[in-house]
């Protein structure tokens, strides 16, 4: 699937998906028309938009230089959440961040192929990505994180309509195995893994939230290995353990204004 389409696709299987669920576990999807507003925008930022312009990015850039930029959102959300929300961010926490920024830049160096085309719809992303999560923190205190995430997330649908028409000549064409991707896409990774992170800003800090975030880059060697059987190089064990002391050093308690 070419980006706009999977966006509208991974669009409408999510809204099925988080409709099911709240029906199932009977969670009121009723929201007011300024917080659906601010829903719908930030749907854009860290959703629907935010995978569109990964997706073209990736199409012209290595993963190494994808997965460095994109991985700069925690610092966006670290300095937003300090002046937007007025949360403190201790010395060490920003301390844990500059340890895993040098992990996940080792991460992205570690391959042999360089491509910085896509660079600025990758800033853009990681801005938005990183914004995300801090307008998310005032609707979540409000609604449950799975309603928040459904009218983050059909509004997308509406946004990339305009693939509707690729969508469905792609649709008829498309094998097993990218149905499996798109199925993981949507229910994992969106309906599974955007409403636990809704969740985890409902209950913490979004400044230390988002130290979590550089946990991904490992995970995703993790995930290359099992299934694809592609060992890690060198440099990837050193970017993995650089990043998880990093992630250790931000998220633990102590001295260092913490």
């Known amino acids: ?7 509208l696709l991974r669009a409408l299987i999510v809204t099925l998906a988080l409709i099911g669920l709240a ?5 009121s999807m009723r929201i007011s028309w300024r917080d659906l507003a601010v829903a719908s925008v930030l749907g854009q930022l860290g959703i629907s938009g935010f995978q569109w312009l990964l997706y073209e ?5 290595s993963a190494g230089t994808a997965s460095t930029i994109v991985n700069m959102a925690p610092v966006i959300t670290l300095i937003a959440s300090a002046l937007i929300l007025k949360e403190q961010v201790s010395a060490k926490r920003w301390l844990g961040v500059l340890i895993a920024v040098i992990g996940v830049v080792v991460l ?18 990681a801005v938005g990505l990183g914004l995300y ?3 998310l923190k005032p609707l979540v205190l409000k609604y449950h994180p799975l309603s928040v995430t459904l009218h983050a997330t059909w509004p997308g649908a ?8 690729v969508l469905i000549s792609e649709i008829k064409s498309a094998q097993l195995t990218a149905w499996l ?3 993981v896409l949507a229910l994992v990774v969106s309906a599974g893994g955007y409403v636990a992170w809704a969740r985890a800003v409902q209950l913490l800090e979004v400044s ?3 130290i979590v975030y550089y946990l991904v880059p490992p995970v995703a060697v993790l995930y290359t290995f099992i299934l694809f059987g592609q060992r890690p190089l060198p440099l990837e064990y050193l970017g993995i353990v650089i990043v998880i002391f990093g992630v250790a050093v931000a998220m633990s308690k102590g001295k260092l204004n913490d």
Not at 23 to 27: C, D, F, H, P, R
């Open 57 to 61: 990015a990736q199409q012209v850039s």
């Open 158 to 165: 509406l946004v990339f309509a305009w693939s509707g028409p």
């Open 133 to 135: 999560s801090v307008f």
């Open 1 to 7: 699937f070419s980006p706009a389409p999977l966006v």
């Open 208 to 210: 230390k939230a988002a």
């Open 23 to 27: 029906i199932a576990m009977q969670i």
């Open 181 to 183: 991707g798109v199925m």
């Open 108 to 125: 992205g160096g570690s391959g042999a192929t360089t491509d910085f085309s896509g660079v600025p719809l990758l800033i853009v992303a």
